[in-house]
């Protein structure tokens, strides 16, 4: 993911200096519409018996000048031979760029992350709890007991996994934050499911602290 998001920004660089290029080309082919103006107007000027020969000769001049415009214009396409083969190497630059953007994503789409293959394996060594055989990946009934029993330790055991695959200090600062965040979750949960699944008489102060957990959990 982050060789995408290096790529997306070199690609989002590629994009901005070929829009250069088109601008400069639009440029150009707004100097070339504006010079064919100026030679159709010399010439309907030229082509009027009653002028003096001071405008006439200034307006042949208007004319050479235009004509020799459109001539380099059509020679260069807008463009030197350099800033052609520039423009064509930033294009096919991009189209390769983009090519390994959306094959990368593809990858990713089928590959389960370092992150992903640790959890379940958290949950299986150290849970006891195999997520793949589950129907669609999701614990349900007595299992999430079972696994929210070794919820510290599993967590601890997954964080410590991650954090060693890490080196962003934000990243990790992040990931140890959601580990103290998730123990107490799984706490809170288990100790609300153990009250609700009791058979015994709940007094006063069990409801009292139900109650808290459950506000607590909430607030989590």
């Keep these: 993911e982050r060789q995408i998001k290096e790529l997306e920004n070199y690609k989002a660089w590629l994009d901005s200096e070929l829009d250069d290029t088109v601008r400069s080309i639009e440029s150009q082919d707004k100097k070339r519409e504006m010079a064919l103006q100026s030679i159709e107007t010399a010439r309907?000027?030229?082509?009027?018996?009653?002028?003096?020969?001071?405008?006439?000769?200034?307006?042949?001049e208007k004319?050479?000048?235009?004509?020799?415009?459109?001539?380099?214009?059509?020679?260069?396409?807008?463009?030197?031979?350099?800033?052609?083969?520039?423009?064509?190497?930033?294009?096919?630059?991009?189209?390769?760029?983009?090519?390994?953007?959306?094959?990368?994503?593809?990858?990713?789409?089928?590959?389960?992350?370092?992150?992903?293959?640790?959890?379940?394996?958290?949950?299986?060594?150290v849970?006891?709890?195999?997520?793949?055989?589950?129907?669609?990946?999701?614990?349900?009934?007595?299992?999430?007991?079972?696994?929210?029993e070794k919820g510290e330790e599993v967590i601890g055991w997954i964080i410590k996994k991650v954090m060693a695959e890490i080196h962003d200090d934000t990243m990790k600062t992040a990931v140890e934050k959601f580990g103290r965040k998730m123990k107490n979750i799984l706490r809170l949960w288990l100790a609300l499911q153990r009250q609700l699944m009791s058979v015994k008489r709940q007094s006063a102060s069990d409801i009292e602290t139900?109650?808290?957990?459950?506000?607590?959990?909430?607030?989590?």
């Design 63 to 125: 004319l050479r000048v235009m004509q020799e415009t459109i001539d380099d214009l059509a020679e260069t396409g807008g463009m030197n031979d350099e800033e052609r083969d520039l423009s064509v190497q930033l294009a096919d630059q991009r189209f390769y760029t983009q090519n390994t953007i959306t094959h990368l994503k593809v990858l990713i789409n089928k590959h389960d992350g370092s992150c992903c293959r640790i959890v379940h394996s958290g949950l299986k060594n």
């Design 210 to 220: 139900f109650k808290n957990n459950r506000d607590e959990l909430r607030r989590a």
């Design 127 to 148: 849970g006891k709890c195999d997520i793949q055989v589950y129907f669609d990946g999701v614990i349900n009934g007595p299992h999430c007991i079972k696994f929210t």
């Design 44 to 60: 309907s000027v030229l082509s009027m018996d009653c002028i003096g020969e001071t405008t006439r000769s200034t307006w042949e």
